[in-house]
């Protein structure tokens, strides 16, 4: 699907709103209202917004604990402010108040993420034969790390969706860092979406730093499952900016991540690079872009300020997270 103008300003908007929020995250974490932890996103925006600005309401979606699904989930329409008001441990928060980074709103088809990474494999198969048993033109959207392929449940679920052509798009955001271990030292080839052809399934290495090339690649994915002719398989080139998780030096097995190295990845800096490219086709001008960056500015305050000031959950919700009638 070509895309417009309109959708292309979309997109660019989306990047600007994620990683102003990301901004905050940190700042807020370091400032004491995050109650948890937050791992920080910034470099990989492309790949959440590209692949979810546009998706179906009813689409389902499994994300990271990479930005804790901001990307992905603040794409797919979850307001900002309850997002950040979740992390501050808010009642009005994205998941009934539960502090922490399990962000869900089930009627936007988003799932909570579990405590253990690839913990949700086998639930994203399982999304994904509902999906297939509903008939109503419903996909997964299921997101990960080149961590997250060293778990059984990862070869588990491809192997379900390739046997049971499951409407699932596999969406593997590789950043060469399986928390503080290169992936170079423990998966022997140069692409992971190799794994995917011994299942049959037909896959993709993509540009993560490019918007519009991960925009491209999911909406041929998604064809492909909504005509029910099964998985696909998407591994992204990225890099994550920032340490694996805030408040932690950038480990990288025995020692520091090379700063040569992310350097060289932030002169490929997806929104620069896609603002740039707007600007020169004529798509924004710089008045344009100065609007969405104050705006997006304008989001975080008003996120920041909700959040700060929500009441605090009630002391039974617990219980009320842990049962139901």
């Known amino acids: ?7 292309q300003i979309k997109l660019y908007t989306n990047m600007v709103r994620v990683r102003k929020l990301d901004e905050l995250m940190v700042n807020s974490l370091y400032g004491g209202k995050v109650v948890s932890f937050f791992h920080s996103q910034q470099g990989q925006e492309a790949i959440g917004v590209g692949a979810c600005t546009f998706l179906r309401k009813d689409d389902y979606l499994f994300y990271t ?16 402010k309850a997002f950040i008001a979740e992390h501050y441990g808010k009642a009005t928060g994205g ?18 993420l579990g405590g253990t990474v690839g913990g949700e494999f086998t639930l994203g198969a399982g999304a994904g034969l509902a999906a297939k048993l509903k008939g109503k033109g419903q996909f997964v959207a299921y ?7 060293g778990r059984g449940t990862f070869h588990t679920a ?11 798009v596999w969406l593997c955001s590789n ?3 399986a928390q503080w271990v290169p992936t170079k030292v423990t998966y022997p080839k140069e692409n992971l979406a190799d794994l995917a052809f011994g299942y049959g399934i037909p896959a993709a290495v993509v540009d993560g730093q490019d918007v519009i090339a991960v925009y491209e690649a999911v909406q041929t994915a998604v064809e492909i499952a909504k005509a029910g002719k099964g998985p696909s398989f998407i591994e992204f080139k990225t890099c994550r900016f920032r340490a694996h998780l805030e408040g932690f030096p950038d480990f990288s097995q025995c020692g520091l991540r090379s700063e040569e190295e992310v350097n060289a990845w932030k002169k490929r800096d997806p929104i620069i690079l896609f603002r740039e490219k707007l600007l020169k086709e004529g798509v924004l001008t710089q008045a344009d ?9 304008e989001e975080v305050e008003e996120a920041d300020r909700f959040a700060t000031e929500s009441p605090v959950p009630s002391p039974d919700i617990l219980e009320k997270a842990l049962y139901a009638d």
Do not use: Q
């Open 1 to 7: 699907m070509k895309l417009t103008k309109e959708r």
């Open 65 to 80: 604990h990479r930005g804790h699904g901001l990307c992905e989930v603040i794409s797919k329409g979850l307001p900002a």
């Open 95 to 112: 998941c009934n108040g539960i502090a922490g980074f399990h962000t869900c709103d089930l009627e936007r088809g988003i799932f909570g």
């Open 143 to 149: 997101f990960f790390g080149d961590g997250a392929t």
């Open 158 to 168: 491809l192997l379900m969706s390739a046997y049971w052509k499951l409407p699932i």
């Open 175 to 177: 950043n060469a860092m």
């Open 289 to 297: 872009i100065d609007k969405i960056a104050r705006e997006a500015e």
